[in-house]
Each structure stands twice: as C-alpha cells, then as structure tokens.
C-alpha cells in the first residue's frame, strides 16, 4: 500500500475524512517553506498538495497567484522544488501530491520529470490543465515510476466523461466543488452530495473536495460526504498575513490547519 493509499485508509478507519493541505513550493522563501511545510506535516495534514510555482496559475485566484509570484521571486526553479520535497522527506513521510501545470512538466522532459518526482519523494501528480484524454505521456510515466496520478471532476462534466476521467486516475478524484478559480468563499457549495454520488458510481477511488473551503464549518460539513477536503488559500493567507515577520508564518499555520483539521471528524 503506498502513502496516499495509506492515508486514505487510515482517516476512514478513525471515522473521519482526510485533511489536504495546499501551500505553494516557496513561498514566501525556500526556508520558510521546509519550516511551513514541518508545521502542516505536525498539525495533522493526511495529504500535502504542494503547488509547483508558475508565472500563468490559470486555475488559481489572487491569493495562490501572488504565493507562486513570491516564491519565483524568491527563486524557486524546478530543482529548487525537488530540493523542497528532499527536505520534507527528512522529518515526515505525509503524501506528497504536486499541484501542478502542464507546461511545467513538459518543458523539462515528461519522463524525466516523473522521475525526478519520485527520487525526491512525490506520491501523486495532479497536472491541472491537463485533460485526461490528452494525459497519456503523463500517465505512462506515473505509471513507469510509481508515481498517482489525480484528475480534476468539475460541476459541469457530464456523466459521460466520468469514466474516462476516472480510467486515467489512479491515486484519487479531485471535485473542484465550484465554477472558477481557487480562493476563499462565505460558504461551501450545495451541490456535493449530488456530485458525490455521481462521482462514485464511476470509480472506487477516494474523492476529495476543494475550492472555496476556508472554516471548520466548512470542512465539517464537506466531511460528511467527501474522502477528503482539500484547504488552500485560507493556509496561503496566514503566510500572506505575516510577511512582516516570517519568523511567525510557521506558528500561525499551524494553529489555522490545527482549528481546520477539528473538523474532519464525522
């Protein structure tokens, strides 16, 4: 059983859903990234979705554009990434899935890529302007090297593409739960138990929800109906809010995931 599968496996054991963090790679400087990153690993986080930083993030809103904005500016490359995810492997063994864009992958070589990923300590890919019926070199490579692949479920596929795009998927089912980009929202959409059982009579993968999801509240009530919850620019937020002294982001994320993790349980 590999990580992702582990941890999908243990948070449904203990009755709860798993908790995915997302941060980008970085951000807001390599340094403070490996001391965020530690904390989240600390607070509880089942899964660590680490964006790749990119100057064009189409699927992301204000909050995670100007994350990958400061960690380019800090320096961050694709080897400075694997760099990131070297290190985290010194102190924890959480998943690890890049959230990533295609561009990303192809420019340095799909195969080559992949491979780098998993000598570094990737568990999962989800390239997210890559459709699965163009995914196949992507696939392949996942595939040669043990690396899961994750795609993206949206309020407006159609039930006819499900299968397709739960063939190519092998790690989990990423719903996107609203039309649009990422960022916080004053409520979670209404439509998840509709898209939940959809979703699941096309594979028996763990499904989890994102976008939009910023409270406990929130991840409670997507909890009692998805595997997983995904949580991004409400963590992004505390980095963005202790710039003035980076020495407190760790701590500050920290008690974020922490009040959010609480919230898992069904």
Known sequence: ??????????????????????????????ET??????????SGVDVLELGVPFSDPLADGLTNQ???QRALESGMTAARVFELVRRIRQFSQVPIVFYT??????????????????????????TLDLPPEEAGDVA??????????????????????????AGQATGFIYYVSREGVTGV????????????????????????????????AHVAQVAAQADGVVVGSALVNCIREN?????????????????LVAGTRR
């Open 185 to 216: 929202r004053d409520q979670v959409a209404g439509n998840i138990p509709e898209a939940m059982a959809r979703i699941k009579k096309a594979t028996t993968l763990p499904v989890v929800v994102g976008f939009g999801i910023s409270t406990r």
């Open 66 to 68: 100007l994350a990958a």
């Open 243 to 259: 710039l003035a002294d980076r020495s407190r982001i760790p701590a500050a994320i920290a008690a974020k995931c922490g009040e």
């Open 140 to 165: 392949a490579a996942c595939g040669k090297h043990g690396v899961k692949t994750v795609f993206i479920v949206a309020p407006t596929t159609p039930d006819s593409r499900l299968p397709k795009i």
């Open 101 to 126: 864009y295609y561009n990303l992958v192809f420019a340095n070589g799909v195969e080559a890529y992949v491979k780098q990923a998993k000598e570094a300590g990737v568990d999962g890919m989800l």
């Open 33 to 42: 990234s490996v001391s965020v990153c530690r904390a989240l690993a600390e």
């Open 1 to 30: 059983m590999d990580r992702i599968q582990e941890a999908f496996s243990r948070a449904h054991s203990e009755n709860r859903a798993c908790f995915v963090a997302y941060v980008c790679a970085g951000d807001p400087d390599f």
